[in-house]
T-cell receptor
Framework: KQEVTQIPAALSVPEGENLVLNCSFT??????LQWFRQDPGKGLTSLLLIQSSQREQTSGRLNASLDKSSGRSTLYIAASQPGDSATYLCAVGGNTDKLIFGTGTRLQVFP | KAGVTQTPRYLIKTRGQQVTLSCSPI?????VSWYQQTPGQGLQFLFE???????NKGNFPGRFSGRQFSNSRSEMNVSTLELGDSALYLC?????????FGQGTRLTVV
């Protein structure tokens, strides 16, 4: 059974810092991995999708990497801003359309 | 291009009642999935539909059901509501690999 863990559960940093969020999964037989952002009481916004054959994906200040063999993915946020404050979720996709989510990292960026 | 639309945004129901939630996927997307999000359990998969057929189902009781129409719009129904059904219900459509979520329906059972 696939299990997804995110560390740390919460993170508070000053504006301008570069930071790394971690996502671990127990079964390396994944189809893809997706990172999302969720603002309080809102839905999920897709940030990056990494296919199992890829090593990383980049979008603006965000970079996500994937190491299937070690069961890890990281989301790197460069030059953090207060607007980046949100909960970040990773989700693993298998050979069905079902996504298995981590518990999330709650990020606060203060001015 | 419109995103995933869920209606209603908020619902308050009494224990024992039933509720129907609606989801309109992004135009052209044929797969619709439903998730329940609670503070204690996080995001949990309910079911997934493709071309009006349920392809996958999560570990939820039979009170939770769904369907998909020929235009890919989907509904989920919860019967005999319990207090523990209070949650944010999220719908996602896929393109086919990337999932896009709606804003969710906040259901409160009193």
């Amino acid at each position: 059974k696939q299990e997804v863990t995110q560390i740390p559960a919460a993170l508070s940093v000053p504006e301008g810092e570069n930071l790394v969020l971690n996502c671990s999964f127990t079964d390396s037989a994944i189809y893809n991995l997706q990172w999302f952002r969720q603002d309080p009481g809102k839905g999920l916004t897709s940030l990056l999708l990494i296919q199992s054959s890829q090593r990383e994906q980049t979008s603006g200040r965000l970079n996500a990497s994937l190491d299937k063999s070690s069961g890890r993915s990281t989301l790197y946020i460069a030059a953090s801003q207060p607007g980046d404050s949100a909960t970040y979720l990773c989700a693993v996709g298998g050979n069905t359309d079902k996504l298995i989510f981590g518990t999330g990292t709650r990020l606060q960026v203060f001015p | 291009k419109a995103g995933v639309t869920q209606t209603p945004r908020y619902l308050i129901k009494t224990r024992g009642q039933q509720v129907t939630l609606s989801c309109s996927p992004i135009s052209g997307h044929r797969s619709v999935s439903w998730y329940q999000q609670t503070p204690g359990q996080g995001l949990q998969f309910l079911f997934e539909y493709f071309s009006e057929t349920q392809r996958n189902k999560g570990n939820f009781p039979g009170r939770f059901s769904g369907r998909q129409f020929s235009n890919s719009r989907s509904e989920m129904n919860v019967s005999t509501l319990e207090l523990g059904d209070s949650a944010l219900y999220l719908c996602a459509s896929r393109n086919p690999d990337e999932a896009f979520f709606g804003q969710g329906t906040r259901l409160t059972v009193v």
